[in-house]
């Protein structure tokens, strides 16, 4: 799980906080006029990720820690 929150970027990996780093902008960037995309970085990125993503889910808002961590224990 990602989340976003303030400028900075939280990594949980089986519901545990892994990462958190503080980048330099408050808000994630915009792009309205483009297909979103997973594992790579906009339209002519030429290096993706080599791998699988599964269970996908986006919110319109920041998770709080507990229900990251329901969500891990619900997958198990």
């Known amino acids: 799980t990602i989340v976003f929150n303030l400028g900075v970027q939280m990594i ?23 297909d979103l995309r997973m594992g790579a970085w906009w339209g002519s990125d030429l290096v993706s990720i080599n791998g699988k993503i599964d269970e996908v889910r986006i ?16 997958r198990n």
């Open 59 to 74: 919110y319109n808002r920041i998770l709080a820690e507990n229900e990251i961590e329901k969500l891990a224990e619900e």
């Open 12 to 34: 949980y990996v089986d519901g545990q906080l892994v990462s958190a780093i503080v980048g330099n902008a408050p808000y994630l960037n915009q792009c309205s006029n483009a």
